[in-house]
């Protein structure tokens, strides 16, 4: 054996921002839950985001693992895209299930999983963790869907608990409010207490085009434009703009910006 095979190599990657900063600056465009009314732009860029976020959930299932911590400040965005254009970290408390078997509560510790969730967890981190991980009753890869669930609770603006499907529409009423309540029905599924009812990530992704509106975005429109004209602070972020280009063709947002 060589001294080389006896070297740990550890590969950093450089990532501009997390998507918590990104909907931080989103919120300052579009006042989340105003009204129930829902921006079509911002419902676009949101379900581009929760698109790639769930493919990122569907890769971790079908190799077994649990992230058990997913919230938007664990979540890195990069503008070189096209295809990463978000990766997961903070895996420190990732579960690798065995035989795709549930990890009972009690065994967690040997995992490596924290046990004390008051003393070592962020409040608002926790908010994010499904029930069944909050209270160490033993989990799987559903837990990460509940996550899912509610960190698109908080891309749309949506409180499930108080907010009725019923009222949730659009500003643009020649989008179908239809497209707005299956999101809602799926965000609400996504943030069940009991795990046996949430879907998978996979599954969600199937039905993505009973939710997605994109057809009906017309990027060129004045509205649109006037709002990238007046939010440089948003869309000039380097992020952004590669983002938007590549999922909604929003190319001219770099015009607008050097303009």
Known sequence: MTDFENTLCIQYEYYEQTLAHLLTLKSGVFPAGKNNIIHPLDYCISTALLGDLLGAIDHLATNNIVH????P??????????VNWLKIGHFESAVALVNRLDVPGKCQ??????????EKVPLCLAKYMAPEVVRNIGYNTSADMYSVGAIAEYMFGLNITETARSRITFTD?????NYCRKLYDIVE???????SLRPTARRVL????EYVVYDYLDVNSVPIKSIVMSNSHFFDNPFVQKYLAHKLALNMVAEVVVA
């Open 206 to 209: 199937a039905t993505q085009s």
């Open 73 to 82: 400040e664990h979540i890195y965005l990069c503008a070189r895209g096209p």
């Open 109 to 118: 510790q040997q995992f490596g999983v924290f046990d004390d969730l008051d």
């Open 189 to 195: 599924k996504m943030s069940d207490k009991d795990r």
């Open 68 to 71: 058990t911590r997913l919230a």
């Open 173 to 177: 009423h020649s989008i179908p409010r």
